[in-house]
């Protein structure tokens, strides 16, 4: 018997963005920021510096980005998950430095980022909307870099 290979078709990767920021944050500068905006709050910081971020790459980024769409499932696919996998979507090449990880609060966990401005942003990963405030309140307890 003979088997015939069938040809893969070609792949055409959507336009690859790369985020245009320069500027870095040190982890000691960092660790203070966190610190004063969030003191009730657990620090886990994985670098000694890191890429900040531009609000408008952020958007970019989300706009290609299909996290939002999973569809929310109590108990299986609900917050921290939408957390995870949007922060686990920016572990690629170019965007892997960048100062984004994530929020748990006492009921709700998310995305944040800090801006070339030092700003401290919030990405609610189920709608993609970018904040200045925490999504849905709380108090902050832990935030993952």
């Not at 069938?6 to 990767?13: D, G, Q, R, T, W």
């Not at 944050?25 to 969030?38: A, M």
């Not at 569809?71 to 949007?86: I, M, N, T």
Request: hydrophobic residues 40%.
């Amino acid at each position: 018997m003979c088997f015939r290979k069938k040809a893969k078709p070609e792949i055409v990767e959507p336009e690859k963005i790369k985020p245009t920021s320069i500027e870095r944050i040190s982890l000691s500068d960092l660790t203070v920021l966190l610190s004063v905006k969030f003191p009730a709050a657990s620090l886990y910081l994985s670098d000694y510096d890191f890429l900040l971020c531009s609000p408008n790459d952020i958007a970019l980024f989300l706009a290609q980005n299909e996290t939002n769409k999973m569809g929310y499932v109590a108990e299986k696919r609900d917050c921290d998950d939408f957390a995870y996998r949007l922060m686990g979507d920016f572990s690629i090449p170019e965007w892997s430095d960048l100062c984004l990880g994530i929020m748990w609060t006492d009921n709700h966990a998310f995305n944040l980022f800090v801006t070339e401005e030092r700003e401290i942003l919030f990405i609610e990963p189920q709608t993609d909307e970018i904040s200045e405030t925490i999504p849905l309140g709380g108090t902050p307890r832990i935030v993952v870099i």
